[in-house]
């Protein structure tokens, strides 16, 4: 016999709903913010060696938990996370003239393998909503 207050199901068996305008366009923004935050880790990771990688790890750590808890979602932790690395993988590209921004040194392998694991991390520890909203837990 089950109860009217029961949910019809798990949460994996409810539908999707596609995100709102303004919770879109909040993703695109920390994306944004992600790729920003790459850029300059990366400008400031060799300019002042260990200070300035654990400076650029700490700001990505603190954009991704922040944007996690702020929102609610992995995803808010996750879109800063997928902007930070899409946009240092793009900056160890070369150009046609031999230039690039990373120097082959230990401090840009830091960077990069750190930053991945940090956005990896944050993605998994950001907060999960309960299947109806409600804020008490489940089965205690």
């Known amino acids: 016999m089950s109860s009217r207050n029961e949910p019809a199901g798990s949460a994996l068996a ?3 709903r596609p995100p709102s305008v303004g919770r879109a366009l909040l993703y695109v923004g920390l994306f944004v913010l992600g790729a920003v935050l790459a850029v300059a ?3 400031v990771q060799p300019a002042w060696f260990p ?3 654990l400076l650029a790890l700490a700001a990505e750590a603190g954009l ?3 944007a996690g808890r702020a929102v609610g979602r992995r995803a808010g932790a996750a879109a800063p996370a997928l902007g930070w690395a899409l946009a240092a993988v793009l900056l160890t590209t ?3 003239e031999g230039d690039f921004l990373f120097a082959a040194g230990i401090g840009s392998y830091l960077f990069l393998l750190g930053g991945i694991a940090i956005a990896v991390i944050c993605a998994t520890l950001a907060p999960v909503r309960q ?3 409600g804020r008490v837990r489940l089965r205690k």
């Open 64 to 66: 991704c938990l922040g």
């Open 41 to 43: 880790g990366a400008l």
């Open 14 to 16: 409810q539908p999707l």
């Open 131 to 133: 299947p109806d909203g």
């Open 94 to 96: 070369s150009r046609p």
């Open 51 to 53: 200070g300035g990688l």
